[in-house]
T-cell receptor, first 110, second 116 residues
């Protein structure tokens, strides 16, 4: 069980911010929220992860609600190259296994 | 970031033959690597966890005698699909944990296997 729920698909206009939601209502205290994306026929690419604080890096921002039951990945200025399937994954150290759900297919529209 | 390389990127083989796929961590050592399989328009399914110097741990429903995993060194894990059949045709992806406390999983580019 992936333990996360994501919308199957989303569209976003090029240059706009893409906001990808993820529900993880059964998250446990030691589980991190990880985001990966997979461009067609390639291996997944790490984007960002967080525990309870919001995180930002050169690729994206991660907003985690205070109760940690949901999160949002934000791509601030989407480009056509951001078209991919985005996976929200829960992970805790010690388990080590990354279990993928169905993800969100994000399409950036010119 | 860290680099994980798979070889080959694609392979076509005849039914009944065996195919070996290599997964290498190029700039770091990985005691644990993972093998996934992905069918068209589906998500990645974890097949097994490869542990350096010990036996792999297989997920439920994955035949260990059919998908042989060897992790003989800290930078190389191999997956051998034995007696391949057309239903084994899939995209196979490996990953390795990296970073302090194994905080990030880096993935190979994947291997497209077609069994004819």
């Amino acid at each position: 069980d992936a333990k996360t729920t994501q919308p199957p698909s989303m569209d976003c206009a090029e240059g706009r911010a893409a906001n990808l939601p993820c529900n993880h209502s059964t998250i446990s205290g030691n589980e991190y929220v990880y985001w990966y994306r997979q461009i067609h026929s390639q291996g997944p690419q790490y984007i960002i992860h967080g525990l309870k604080n919001n995180e930002t890096n050169e690729m994206a921002s991660l907003i985690i609600t205070e109760d940690r039951k949901s999160s949002t990945l934000i791509l601030p200025h989407a480009t056509l190259r951001d078209t991919a399937v985005y996976y929200c994954i829960l992970y805790f150290f010690g388990n080590e296994k990354l279990t993928f759900g169905t993800g969100t297919r994000l399409t950036i529209i010119p | 970031g860290a680099v994980v390389s798979q070889h080959p990127s694609w392979v076509i083989c005849k039914s009944g033959t065996s195919v070996k796929i290599e997964c290498r961590s190029l700039d770091f050592q990985a005691t644990t690597m993972f093998w996934y399989r992905q069918f068209p328009k589906q998500s990645l399914m974890l097949m097994a966890t490869s542990n350096e110097g010990s036996k792999a741990t297989y997920e439920q429903g994955v035949e260990k005698d059919k998908f042989l995993i060897n992790h003989a060194s800290l930078t190389l894990s191999t997956l051998t699909v034995t007696s391949a059949h057309p239903e084994d045709s899939s995209f196979y992806i490996c990953s390795a944990l990296h970073g302090q406390g194994n905080t990030e999983a880096f993935f190979g580019q994947g291997t497209r296997l077609t069994v004819v």
